[in-house]
């Protein structure tokens, strides 16, 4: 409860504390191309930023969501479920939320609310965090 609450606390606040160092120098830029990079940054996918992201990109990108998926194949081995159908769960749920995502960010592009995104984030988690102790 405490974690989430801290991280949609912070998730409000971090756009009122951020600094102008959104564009990194070229060389800091090119230095990060591993999957760890990408999967601690996402933007990180993007190398070259030209907005859209090729095979080479798309690879490592894949690579970096692949590792974030290693803690829920670990666990459901663990517990004896099938491989089969935990993987391709994960699959359809991963493109029904990239999907939903996408959906709801042109919503907030529609409306022009996007600058509100994170507060209304960080209200969620706020929320979900309260739920945990009721």
């Known amino acids: 409860m405490l974690l989430l609450t801290a991280i949609g606390v912070w998730i409000i606040l971090e756009p009122f504390l951020k600094k102008d160092n959104d564009r990194p120098d070229r060389s800091v830029q090119e230095n990060k191309k591993s999957a760890v990079d990408v999967l601690l940054n996402p933007k990180n996918a993007d190398m070259d930023n030209s907005k859209h992201i090729d095979f080479k990109e798309a690879t490592v990108l894949g ?33 029904l939320a990239l999907w939903g995502g996408n959906y709801i960010a042109v919503f907030f592009l529609k409306w022009n609310i996007s600058k509100k995104a994170s507060v209304v984030a960080g209200l969620l988690l706020i929320a979900i965090g309260i739920e945990q102790i009721i």
């Open 63 to 95: 690579i970096a969501l692949s590792i974030n998926n290693v803690g829920g194949g670990v666990s459901a081995g663990i517990i004896g479920l099938n491989a089969f159908w935990v993987g391709l769960l994960s699959a359809v749920l991963s493109y």
